[in-house]
C-alpha cells in the first residue's frame, strides 16, 4: 500500500485525509480546531488521533500539506492602470492562492504607502505597464517600496524594460525580491503564471515561516501551497483531465467559507451565444475571485450589511427573529456549529446570500451597446452558461441536507438575465474535502488524483 497523508492547515480547522494511492482509494478523514495560538501541531494531533481510529496504524510513505491558517497569504497588487496592470496583477494573486487586501494604481502616494504598512501583508505584487511601454510609474512605486516597505517581499512582474532598474534598487537597499514576465506583457493579454508561480515560492520559502507554520515543516517535508491554490489546481487536472485521461470539462467551485467566499473557474468562459463580441481584459482559463465580505462567520456582519436582511430573509422566509442580531451572535462565536432545525436554516440563508451575490461578482455579464452601425452585444468576463458542473465545498455545504439547493443559488436566474452564471450544471458536494487533498496529490501525480476525484466526487 502506497499511504499518502494530505494535511490542510485551515483557518478554522486543520483537515486530515489519508489516500492509498496504490489502490485509489480515500482510506479515512479526521479534523480539528486549528491552533496557530497554541502551536499549529497541537490541532494536528488531536485530528491525526481521530484519523487513526479510522484507518489502524498507518505508515504513511509521505505527508503533503497546504495552509491557510494565520490568515493565508495576505497579499497587495500594484499596477499602473486600474483596469488593465493592476487588474492582471490581482488576478495573478488570486490564482496563486492570496486574499487580495489591496489593489493601487497609479504612482503610489506616501498616505498609500502608510496604508499598505497598516494593511500588513506578506507579500507584494509590482506591475505595471506593458512590454517597452511606459516605465516610469513601475519605477516610481518601485523607489517607494524600497523606501518605505523595505521589510515586506516583493514580486516584480511589469514592464521587462525597468527590471534592471529595479533589481539595482532592491540589491542596493537589501529587499527581498523576485523578478518574472510581465503579467501583461500586451495590451489585454494576461500571463500570471510565472508570477503565480514566484508568488508560490516565496510563500515557501518565506512565509511559513514568518506565520509559525515551519513547526510543521519537518513532519510534513514543507507546506506546498496555499490551500485555494491547492483548490484550484485539483479543479484544472478534473476540468482538463491529463496526458493519459479526458477531464469532465468546464467547472465552477464554489467555496463557502467562515471568512470569505470563493469562487473557482476552469474553462475558457468565451461567448456561447451568437453576435455578442467579448471585450476587456483577457479572462483566465483559471480564474479565482474571493469575496472577503461574504463569510458565514468571520465576516458575517459585512455578509449581513453587503445582502441585506430582505435578499436572506427571501431563502428564509418564516424567520421571526434579526438577522442583524443573529449575524453578530455569529460573528462573535466563529466556532459555533448550529444544534437547531432553526439554526441550520439560518446558516443555509447565509449561504445562499452568500452563493448568490459571489457568482453574481464572479461570472460575466452581457450589455447592449449602441454603435452608428447599429445596436450589438458586449460580454465583459466568463461566460460560464454552459459550464456543466458545479462543485459545492465548505462548511455549510457539507454538513447540510440541502446542500444542492445553496449551489442552485448561484445559478442563471430570468431575473437577471445579464449575468452569465451556470444555466443548469450537474451539481457535486466535496463532502470530505477532497479538492485541497487532490490539489496536494497532483503535484506528485495528476493521473492519480483525477482518477481518485473521478470516483469519489463523481
Not at 483531465?241 to 468562459?269: E, F, K, R, Y
Not at 449581513?304 to 442583524?324: D, M
Amino acid at each position: 500500500m502506497e499511504a499518502v497523508l494530505c494535511i490542510d492547515f485551515g483557518s478554522t480547522y486543520t483537515k486530515l485525509t489519508a489516500i492509498d494511492l496504490h489502490g485509489e482509494r480515500i482510506l479515512g478523514t479526521a479534523k480539528d480546531l486549528t491552533t496557530v495560538d497554541e502551536g499549529i501541531l497541537v490541532g494536528f494531533e488531536k485530528a491525526y488521533a481521530k484519523l487513526l481510529e479510522q484507518t489502524g496504524p498507518v505508515e504513511f510513505t509521505e505527508k503533503l500539506a497546504c495552509s491557510s491558517a494565520a490568515g493565508g497569504l495576505k497579499m497587495v497588487a500594484i499596477g499602473l492602470v486600474p483596469e488593465l496592470t493592476a487588474e492582471a496583477a490581482k488576478r495573478a494573486a488570486l490564482g496563486a492562492g492570496a486574499r487580495v487586501l489591496g489593489v493601487y494604481s497609479f504612482e503610489l502616494t506616501r498616505s498609500d504607502l502608510e496604508e499598505i504598512k497598516g494593511l500588513e501583508p506578506d507579500l507584494l505584487l509590482l506591475a505595471g505597464g506593458t512590454d517597452g511601454g511606459n516605465k516610469t510609474c513601475i519605477l516610481h512605486n518601485a523607489r517607494m517600496i524600497a523606501e518605505h516597505v523595505q521589510a515586506v517581499p516583493v514580486v516584480v512582474a511589469g514592464n521587462k524594460n525597468a527590471r534592471d532598474e529595479i533589481e539595482a534598487l532592491f540589491d542596493e537597499r537589501g529587499l527581498y525580491y523576485k523578478l518574472v514576465p510581465n503579467v501583461m506583457p500586451r495590451l489585454n493579454e494576461l500571463q500570471v503564471e510565472p508570477a503565480r508561480e514566484a508568488i508560490r515560492d516565496v510563500f515557501m520559502e518565506r512565509i511559513v515561516v514568518a506565520k509559525g507554520l515551519d513547526q510543521a515543516e519537518e513532519l510534513v517535508g514543507g507546506i506546498l501551497m496555499p490551500t485555494p491554490a491547492a483548490v484550484l489546481e485539483a479543479a484544472v487536472v478534473l476540468a482538463d483531465g491529463t496526458d493519459l485521461q479526458d477531464g469532465i470539462g468546464p467547472l465552477v467551485v464554489i467555496d463557502v467559507g467562515g471568512a470569505t467566499t470563493d469562487i473557482h473557474s476552469v474553462g475558457s468562459g468565451e461567448p456561447t451565444k451568437p453576435g455578442v463580441v467579448w471585450k476587456g481584459l483577457q479572462e483566465p482559463h483559471a480564474k479565482r475571485t474571493v469575496e472577503g465580505d461574504l463569510g458565514m462567520r468571520v465576516s458575517a456582519v459585512s455578509l449581513w450589511e453587503t445582502a441585506g436582511s430582505r435578499r436572506i430573509l427571501k431563502h428564509l422566509p418564516e424567520y421571526a427573529g434579526s438577522v442583524e442580531a443573529r449575524c453578530r451572535m455569529l460573528q462573535g462565536e466563529v466556532s459555533l456549529v448550529p444544534q437547531t432545525a432553526e439554526d441550520a436554516a439560518f446558516d443555509e440563508a447565509l449561504g445562499k446570500a452568500a452563493v448568490e451575490i459571489a457568482m453574481e461578482r464572479h461570472a460575466g455579464v452581457v450589455e447592449s451597446v449602441y454603435t452608428p452601425m447599429g445596436l450589438f452585444l458586449s460580454q465583459t468576463g466568463k461566460d460560464l452558461l454552459e459550464f456543466g458542473t458545479v462543485i459545492g465545498t465548505g462548511g455549510v455545504l457539507v454538513h447540510s441536507a440541502r446542500a444542492d439547493q445553496i449551489v442552485a443559488a448561484g445559478f442563471f436566474t430570468e431575473e437577471n438575465p445579464t449575468c452569465l452564471k451556470p444555466l443548469r450544471p450537474n451539481v457535486l458536494i466535496d463532502r470530505t474535502y477532497l479538492l485541497s487533498a487532490m490539489g496536494l496529490v497532483a503535484q506528485r501525480d495528476p493521473e492519480k488524483a483525477l482518477c481518485l476525484m473521478k470516483k469519489y466526487l463523481i
